[in-house]
């Protein structure tokens, strides 16, 4: 980014994906800190069934803490974490959740 003000609608469909390339979801909305002026969060839908399925009910979505992003441009690149959300297949390593 070239460091001028973009507006925060401009965040609102862009495709979410982690720093490994997995699909996480598509940004909806953001949550906003009216104090600081800043973003929190990213509200996002029509996300990945692989990586939430039976975490969270069918038709809702998550928030995913601005912390997390990495990189904004055409998508969004965030950190792994949401990747060691998912359940270990037989005879994989269990990663711990941060």
């Given amino acids: 980014m070239d460091g001028s003000p973009a507006e925060i609608t401009t965040?609102?469909?862009?495709?979410v994906y982690s720093n490994n390339g997995v699909f996480v979801g598509e940004v909806d909305d953001v949550r906003l800190d009216l104090n600081e002026t800043a973003v929190?969060?990213?509200?996002?839908?029509?996300?990945n069934?692989?990586?939430?399925g039976d975490r969270i009910t069918p038709g809702r979505g998550i928030i995913v803490p601005y912390r997390w992003v990495r990189a904004v441009g055409d998508v969004i690149l965030i950190n792994d974490v949401v990747e060691r959300l998912k359940?270990?297949?037989?005879?994989?390593?269990?990663?711990?959740v941060v």
Avoid: H, K, S, Y
């Fill in 49 to 52: 069934d692989e990586l939430f």
């Fill in 11 to 15: 965040l609102v469909g862009r495709e």
């Fill in 87 to 96: 359940e270990p297949e037989e005879g994989e390593r269990e990663e711990a």
């Fill in 40 to 47: 929190t969060g990213l509200a996002l839908g029509g996300i």
